[in-house]
């Protein structure tokens, strides 16, 4: 396993649409853990390929109980209710937001194995996994950012 480098907003593959995963392979294990030791490292609640420079539909977040979710190929397939909450980006360094997310979603994804699985995610769990599925989409947080919060402010 290896800790990634975290691409910057401005660089071009966080605006493209990633590619579907077809081969569940040793390559694809290989990304996923670094993918995990990376977002360890950096403290983060998830991570997307795309924020390593890999334009693949493959994304993590933390399971909230010391794990993590491992998602490829995520679709969301129903959201319900709305919350609004802060939300900042490992690809958007020490900028944060107020942002509508949905309460609650259902998620369909892959494993690394390629077996296909449905997860129901509510609150940050749900927030987490927009903003990870709108990273494969080309699409950064700050496109729904209805006020910017100064760091501090998320202290208190």
Known sequence: MAIRNIVKQGDPCLEKVCRPVTEF???LHCLLDDMVETLAQAEGAGLAAPQVGIVRRVAVIIDGEGGYIELVNPVITREEGIQEGPEGCLSVPGRYGIVDRPM?????YQDRFGAEHTIDLEEFLARAACHEIDHLDGKLYVRLVKEYLNPEDLAE
Not at 104 to 108: A, E, G, I, K
Request: hydrophobic share 40%; aromatic share 0%; charged share 10%.
């Open 25 to 27: 392979n040793a390559r």
């Open 104 to 108: 609650n979603v259902t998620v369909q």
